[in-house]
């Protein structure tokens, strides 16, 4: 059982874009005014450097400077979650000793990527990371990414560190957060990670979540969890029926990555594009527009419900 308390992390968690400038370098600047930005909206918890951050398209250095000056504007303003994984443990560790340093709230980490390592390693893996800052550390499990699927036995042996206080389940299985839910207990928890099942995830226990389109609309996951902690469910699932056809135009452009940073821009927030691989999206993209168009209707719409 964690040794933290860990209902302070109940929050719609955005999943922070990194923003970068016209050289394609992390822009420091604007992410400052991100973090303001989403302050402002009402969010009180992010997650940092993770997919959604590009996270491993950016160097050692270069996370922990993102961490630091998100960890410094928000100034207890909001808890900040910073993922640190990396390909090899050694960088890991060293990332969540800074992540102390600097004053974060937790880390969290997918497994190795690349390396399809058996349960032993990832085990050792998490288990080095957590020895590395005392600080609450949730598992991140994302097969489709990592290759590599929590099992139970193996989320058993992880329980039995103090200092594991959740899971990010981004598997597809809605079950699967029931499964995590159950086996941790009322003082573990756990974060639906697909953002297409928020109030499914919810209902199956999930404490709160993380996602990578909420930066893009954060008025609506916000009144997603408005309502299902008011336990009205079917105007929750209104909502739902909103966002969800939202995601998947978001995801209809070259990058999810540049389409979300499109419309943070397009709201007042300039990101940049997305480090290549990632392909960007051009503001005047009459699709994005318009998709821009279409979500502020949809955060006006519900904002009485």
Same mark, same amino acid.
């Given at each position: 059982?964690?040794?933290?308390?860990?209902?302070?992390?109940?929050?719609?968690?955005?999943?922070?874009?990194?923003?970068?400038?016209?050289?394609?370098?992390?822009?420091?600047?604007?992410?400052? %005014?991100?973090?303001?930005?989403?302050?402002?909206?009402?969010?009180?918890?992010?997650?940092?450097?993770?997919?959604?951050?590009?996270?491993?398209?950016?160097?050692?250095?270069?996370?922990?400077?993102?961490?630091?000056?998100?960890?410094?504007?928000?100034?207890?303003?909001?808890?900040?979650?910073?993922?640190?994984?990396?390909?090899?443990?050694?960088?890991?560790?060293?990332? %969540?000793?800074?992540?102390?340093?600097?004053?974060?709230?937790?880390?969290?980490?997918?497994?190795?990527?690349?390396?399809?390592?058996?349960?032993?390693?990832?085990?050792?893996?998490?288990?080095?990371?957590?020895?590395?800052?005392?600080?609450?550390?949730?598992?991140?499990?994302?097969?489709?990414?990592?290759? &590599?699927?929590?099992?139970?036995?193996? &989320?058993?042996?992880?329980?039995?560190?103090?200092?594991?206080?959740?899971?990010?389940?981004?598997?597809?299985? %809605?079950?699967?957060?029931?499964?995590?839910?159950?086996?941790?207990?009322?003082?573990?928890?756990?974060?639906?990670?697909?953002?297409?099942?928020?109030?499914?995830?919810?209902?199956?226990?999930?404490?709160?979540?993380?996602?990578?389109?909420?930066?893009?609309?954060?008025?609506?996951?916000?009144?997603?969890?408005?309502?299902?902690?008011?336990?009205?469910?079917?105007?929750?699932?209104?909502?739902?029926?909103?966002?969800?056809?939202?995601?998947?135009?978001?995801?209809?452009?070259?990058?999810?990555?540049?389409?979300?940073?499109?419309?943070?821009?397009?709201?007042?927030?300039?990101?940049?594009?997305?480090?290549?691989?990632?392909?960007?999206?051009?503001?005047?993209?009459?699709?994005?527009?318009?998709?821009?168009?279409?979500?502020?209707? %949809?955060?006006?719409?519900?904002?009485?419900?």
């Amino acid at each position: 059982m964690s040794k933290y308390d860990v209902n302070k992390f109940k929050n719609v968690t955005v999943a922070l874009n990194t923003p970068f400038d016209k050289f394609g370098d992390v822009d420091l600047e604007a992410t400052k %005014a991100v973090v303001n930005y989403f302050c402002n909206k009402g969010i009180k918890q992010m997650y940092v450097c993770g997919s959604t951050g590009e996270g491993f398209l950016l160097d050692t250095e270069e996370r922990k400077a993102v961490t630091e000056t998100v960890v410094k504007e928000a100034a207890g303003r909001m808890n900040i979650i910073v993922h640190v994984g990396c390909p090899d443990t050694r960088h890991s560790a060293e990332l %969540a000793k800074h992540a102390e340093a600097v004053g974060a709230d937790a880390t969290s980490a997918v497994p190795c990527v690349y390396y399809h390592m058996g349960e032993e390693s990832v085990y050792q893996h998490w288990t080095k990371i957590t020895e590395a800052a005392d600080l609450p550390f949730f598992i991140y499990n994302i097969p489709q990414l990592t290759g &590599f699927n929590l099992s139970m036995g193996l &989320f058993g042996r992880m329980l039995e560190n103090e200092r594991v206080a959740g899971v990010k389940c981004s598997s597809d299985p %809605a079950q699967d957060i029931l499964r995590f839910k159950l086996a941790g207990g009322k003082d573990f928890i756990v974060f639906n990670g697909p953002d297409e099942q928020f109030i499914a995830g919810r209902l199956m226990g999930a404490d709160a979540g993380i996602g990578g389109t909420y930066g893009a609309m954060p008025e609506l996951y916000l009144k997603m969890d408005e309502l299902v902690n008011r336990g009205e469910w079917e105007k929750a699932r209104e909502v739902q029926n909103l966002v969800t056809p939202l995601i998947y135009r978001l995801c209809s452009f070259p990058s999810m990555h540049g389409a979300v940073k499109g419309i943070i821009s397009l709201d007042g927030c300039p990101m940049g594009d997305p480090r290549l691989p990632f392909l960007p999206v051009a503001l005047d993209d009459p699709k994005l527009v318009e998709l821009y168009h279409d979500i502020r209707k %949809a955060v006006e719409d519900t904002k009485d419900l």
